[in-house]
């Protein structure tokens, strides 16, 4: 990390130093150009050894095509750099550093999350001023830049991506951005205007860490925090805060000249979250997470929060093919696991019948809290099903007011249900057409296996496994399921009730979902 490089030398003696040096350079290249150390008029970049230094008023593009591998651009805390900046494609493989000039202690540490409202003082801000551009543009092939400890304003209107990573155009896998890093760095749209999208995240290797991304939303049209469709991975999304109005994470949802498929990505350790304030706007709100083109994808120890009916029907979580990428379109091993999601109409909403279709889905050990459609809209189930191949749904605790599945079309084939603590309500498990319980498991879930769960206010009548069935969520005995504690107390008589005599429902620490090293 580099040290703060300071600003415009108060001693005079050094001042005079520094016009002579650029007088001799001036004498030596007759002109004034970015190869002379110190503060120049027309393009003021100051070098120093691997450091570029760009001042308020400075060509940050500049910056940009004079670094080279293993180099830091150091911009001015505080300053804004306005243009529509392209990164450059050059030779090597050591990042190019773009980062604050403020002193590494004035900066969160290395793992932390950035928090706006304490650092935003300390960031330099990129933003775009031509309509209809992003902030930064990496594509045909660029590579390896790292920015830390920046700010991102938004597009002018809002309109489309703040930073646009690859086009979706691309001939071949060489054009593909690839190596492209964000750490501690706050993304945002205008509180009045919102914004189309923070990230729009196309190329290899990108990873975004420790960020905040902020007011992604839009009215009449769909809103993504960080979005991912032309892309084969990898991408790592962990630590970060994430508002977005139609979805904070979405992967696929458009299609690629390459038919890419977006692959080995992690997205661990988020709050994903809306703003209550939003609801009753006219932002277009529909889901927290989607998944509709992935393969090899982890979901793990993330924070979910507010999601309504508005744009949709209020599910929070989808894993739901869409042909946009034709045949190459594909949901497959997928693992959603160690998250909490609190506050929706919905929880799941599962559907493998487009494309090549969804197979081997694992859904394990979270929390879903407060799944309401009363009060969120939607329907308030936790599992609305259609046409799967391979789903494994176990250790988890939901509290929700209406069905445990909504099934209907195509069976979903390979289905295990266990050790999960859940609600019954009315229908409990619901098929279209079909009636409840074990007719509808029988018709929608063949050879499912629905064992060892504690389904709560149900009856045996209806299943024909061995499940127990407590009269209340009292009866349970969780630790404090007011604050959202669902861990079993030692005294719970349902402590090896899970399949096989083991725990059933999740076991979280829940101070740690959604955050990590915090």
């Known amino acids: 990390m580099i040290a703060d490089p300071g600003f415009p030398p108060k001693n005079d003696l050094m001042r005079l130093i520094l016009l002579l040096a650029n007088i001799l350079c001036l004498a030596f290249s007759g002109s004034m150009t970015a190869s002379c150390s110190g503060h120049v008029s027309g393009t003021p970049l100051e070098i120093s ?88 543009l990496a594509e045909n092939g660029a590579h390896h830049f790292r920015f830390v400890g920046i ?48 990230i729009a995240a196309n190329g290899r290797n990108i990873r975004v860490v420790n960020s905040y991304i902020s007011d992604i939303k839009r009215k009449g ?43 080995d990505c992690i997205v661990d350790s988020n709050h994903l979250n809306k703003p209550l304030e939003w609801k009753g706007k006219e932002w277009v709100v529909k889901n927290i997470f989607e998944i509709k083109n992935g393969r090899r994808i982890k979901v793990t120890n993330n924070l979910m929060t507010n999601n309504w009916a508005m744009g949709q029907d209020g599910n929070a979580i989808l894993f739901t093919t869409r042909a946009d990428n034709g045949d190459a379109t594909i949901i497959e091993d997928i693992e959603f696991s160690g998250n909490i999601v609190r506050g929706t109409g919905g929880g799941l909403n599962i559907l493998g019948n487009e494309g090549s279709g969804g197979h081997r889905l694992t859904i394990r050990n979270n929390i879903f809290d407060d799944i309401d459609g009363q009060k969120w809209g939607g329907g308030g189930h936790f599992m609305k099903v259609t046409d799967w191949d391979g789903m494994v749904i176990e250790n988890n605790t939901v509290r929700q ?33 079909t009636g409840v319980g074990q007719p509808a498991i029988d018709r929608f879930f063949p050879g499912g296996k629905i064992i060892g769960n504690v389904i709560i206010g149900g009856t045996k009548e209806r299943y024909r496994e061995p499940n127990v069935f407590p009269p209340s969520a009292e009866a349970v005995g969780f630790v404090n399921a007011a604050n959202g504690d669902f861990g079993l107390r030692p005294d719970s008589r349902y402590l090896k009730s899970g399949a096989g005599g083991a725990r059933p429902g999740a076991d979280l620490n829940i101070s740690q979902v959604g955050r990590k090293g915090q």
């Open 221 to 263: 049209d769909e809103s993504q925090g960080i979005a991912a469709w032309a892309t084969d991975g990898p991408i790592e999304i962990i630590n970060n805060y994430i508002e977005g109005a139609a979805q904070s994470i979405l992967f696929g949802g458009a299609g690629s000249e390459l038919k890419l498929v977006p692959t």
């Open 49 to 136: 050894g691997k450091t570029i230094t760009v001042r308020k008023g400075g060509d940050f593009q500049a910056a940009l095509e004079k670094a080279a591998p293993g180099d830091t651009i150091v911009l001015e805390a505080g300053a804004t750099y306005s243009g529509a900046f392209k990164l450059p494609k050059k030779p090597g493989s050591e990042f190019i550093t773009i980062r604050s000039s403020a002193a590494d202690l004035e900066l969160p540490a290395a793992g932390v999350r950035i928090d706006p409202a304490k650092y935003k003082d300390r960031l330099p801000k990129i933003i775009s001023n031509v309509r209809g551009e992003p902030a930064i």
């Open 151 to 198: 700010e991102f304003g938004p597009t002018i209107e809002g309109l489309y991506d703040i930073i646009k990573i690859g086009s979706g155009q691309e001939k071949n896998a060489e054009m593909l951005p690839h190596h492209i890093e964000f750490d501690r760095v706050w993304i945002h749209g205008s509180e009045t205007e919102g914004q189309r999208r923070g």
């Open 401 to 433: 007011k209406n069905n445990i599945t909504v099934a209907y079309g195509e069976p979903v084939k390979g289905f295990v249900f266990r050790s999960n603590i859940i609600f019954e309500n009315e229908y409990g498990f619901f098929g279209d057409g």
